[in-house]
């Protein structure tokens, strides 16, 4: 079996695509915080012609709130360069609704705006509707998920704006929209249509809103991020500042590989060279990488970047000869890179 390796640019990327879109916690953001390097990296990018649109399956909160909250960060952003999943879910439905049509909002006050303006009317889920969409609510009454299942059960039109189980709460991972829809998907035995990433309407809607030819889609999770990229076929850029680590890296089938790895946002800024290969071996600028025995082995020295890419290309040449992920011992821990200069730091 032949799987997708990593893909080399000779330029820097801000060079080979017009729009980066950005998710948000875990590229921009985490915590609250702006990720170390990111202002710097995405103002150095705008500067050299590159559009950035921030996409968030978040659909709780509108743009101008997501646009206000990456500026605190000391990141410029607009409410036109935010694409929310209720944006991309009012789209969905006013797709395939006529003008005015009724729709219950069983989300947050960030779904009812893009309804609007997509020319929808919310209604409450006790009221004669056209449709419904689900959104993350964390104020969402019981009373009114027992009325929607019913409803949907019985063949109203179902759009969810994702479906995410899980997002960082400030007191720990906590239940996502997901949940809700995993709940309701299995009483009313139907399958929503969903906005979100993975899926292919929040990623479409970005390119349509900000008229990308050569978009690049920028994340930090292999399930949403970079399968997104792949489901409407473009280029992708996984950045190590947020989920992703080594094993679920070594681990990724061919539809969650990112065509590009990078520590962090300076990727955008950088050429990417790819690794020469010899069966499971790779090597690339001092870093050799190979699969022994089952598990993956990295030696040599270098730069930060260039050791995860010959992972990458080693751990996916042995799954994909093999159909089984190579396990990461205590060789396998990642270099980091030192913040200043860039260079490796050895791993204690």
């Known amino acids: 079996m032949t799987g997708r390796l ?7 990327l801000t060079d080979g695509y017009d729009v980066a879109m950005l998710d948000l916690d875990g590229v921009v953001y985490v915590g609250g915080e702006a990720v170390p390097r990111a202002p710097e990296s995405l103002a150095a990018a705008r500067e050299k012609g590159m559009r950035l649109a921030f996409i968030t399956n978040n659909a709780s909160r509108t743009a101008t709130k997501v646009a206000a909250n990456i500026r605190k960060l000391g990141i410029e952003a607009e409410a036109d360069d935010v694409v ?3 944006q991309a879910a009012a789209r969905v439905l006013a797709e395939r609704l006529d003008p005015g049509a009724k729709v219950v909002n069983l989300g947050a006050g960030g779904l009812s705006e893009p309804l609007e303006a997509a020319g929808l009317v919310p209604v409450d889920v006790a009221e004669d509707a ?8 964390p104020d969402l009454l019981w009373k009114d998920i027992l009325r929607a299942a019913v409803r949907i059960k019985e063949g109203l039109l179902w759009v969810a704006s ?8 400030a007191y ?12 309701l998907r299995r009483f009313a035995e139907v399958e929503p249509v969903v906005a979100g990433k993975p899926s292919r309407p929040l990623l479409e809607e970005t390119i349509r809103r900000t008229g990308a030819s ?5 994340g930090d999770r292999l399930d949403t991020d970079i399968e ?9 850029l996984l950045v190590l500042t947020g989920v992703t680590g080594l094993a679920e890296l070594v681990a990724a089938e061919p539809q969650l590989r990112p065509t590009y790895i990078s520590t962090d946002l300076r990727g955008l800024l950088e050429p990417h060279p790819v690794p020469d290969v010899d069966g499971t071996t790779a090597r690339l600028e001092g870093w050799t990488a190979q699969v022994r025995d089952g598990e993956l082995s990295v030696e040599g020295e270098g730069s930060a970047d260039d050791w995860w890419r010959v992972a990458a290309t080693s751990a996916w040449s042995h799954l994909d000869a093999t159909d089984t992920a190579a396990a990461v011992g ?9 913040e200043d200069s860039g260079a490796v730091v050895s791993p204690t």
Request: aromatic share 4%.
């Open 162 to 169: 994702n479906t995410d189980m899980t997002f960082p709460a």
């Open 228 to 236: 997104g990229g792949h489901n409407v076929g473009i280029d992708t």
């Open 130 to 137: 056209d449709a419904i969409v689900t959104g993350y609510n």
């Open 330 to 338: 205590a060789q396998a821990v990642p270099p980091r890179p030192d």
């Open 6 to 12: 990593l893909k080399g640019s000779p330029q820097e």
């Open 214 to 218: 050569t978009p690049l889609m920028v």
């Open 172 to 183: 720990g991972l906590a239940p996502g929209h997901g949940v809700l829809v995993d709940t």
């Open 84 to 86: 929310t999943s209720a």
